[in-house]
């Protein structure tokens, strides 16, 4: 699928428009900003081709400054995800700083352990444990300072494939009783009511090349 950002417009009948943003993971393996070079160095570096890619696709959207935002992102958009909330020049912590608050992140299959969580935002982890991607860092993701991590899966059946896949692996957890009956992932989830419990216009597909393009 080559639309690799899609920007959501949530009406909140309380307030102003939020924005739920959905960052997907590798592409290739080097030469673009979804791709696993760029992962690698957005892993350790904490900025990739990759982060202003996704951006630029914010601003695109006309994301108002200071609005609210949702990161959702998968493998590499997970890293992406957290990367842009521990930027103090996109998360802005008062009205004088930064671009917009991320207030939610939500990532799958990414290796985002010690990654800094900012004062005010939210960050649910899924990790199957037969999934090697989040493990990549080196690190255990705890649950704990803003943070909640929902295991899964079986560390005795790895699949290298399909452990990691949204539609095999993440999707279906998510649809599970175990995962809706979690009390850390219903906490946040009540947390983030401003999103999910409203209506949302179309999303906005945009594609991350060499520079940035809305998708048809």
């Not at 924005?19 to 990739?48: C, H, M, Q, T």
């Not at 493998?75 to 004088?96: C, E, F, M, P, Y």
């Not at 991320?102 to 985002?112: K, N």
């Not at 419990?197 to 060499?210: C, G, M, N, T, V």
Request: no cysteine; net charge neutral; charged share 20%.
């Amino acid at each position: 699928h080559n639309s690799e950002v899609e920007v959501i417009k949530v009406l909140n009948q309380q307030g102003p428009p939020r924005y739920i943003v959905l960052i997907r993971g590798i592409a290739e393996l080097a030469g673009g900003p979804n791709s696993l070079v760029d992962a690698i160095r957005g892993s350790k570096f904490g900025s990739s081709a990759h982060s202003v890619g996704v951006l630029s696709a914010m601003r695109a959207a006309k994301i108002p400054r200071g609005a609210e935002v949702m990161l959702v992102g998968h493998s590499q958009g997970g890293i992406t995800a957290r990367n842009l909330a521990a930027d103090k020049n996109v998360h802005s912590l008062d009205d004088k700083t930064g671009y917009v608050r991320i207030t939610h992140v939500i990532t799958a299959g990414s290796p985002t352990a010690g990654k800094h969580i900012p004062t005010g935002t939210r960050v649910l982890a899924l990790e199957n444990d037969g999934d090697v991607i989040p493990d990549l860092d080196g690190e255990d993701a705890r649950s704990g300072r803003g943070q909640y991590v929902h295991r899964f899966g079986n560390l005795g059946t790895l699949d290298l494939s399909g452990a990691h896949e949204l539609s095999s692996s993440y999707i279906p957890e998510a649809r599970r009783k175990q995962f809706t009956d979690d009390p850390g992932v219903r906490r946040f989830v009540s947390s983030a009511g401003s999103y999910l419990d409203y209506a949302s216009q179309p999303p906005e597909r945009f594609l991350l090349k060499r520079g940035v393009e809305q998708a048809p």
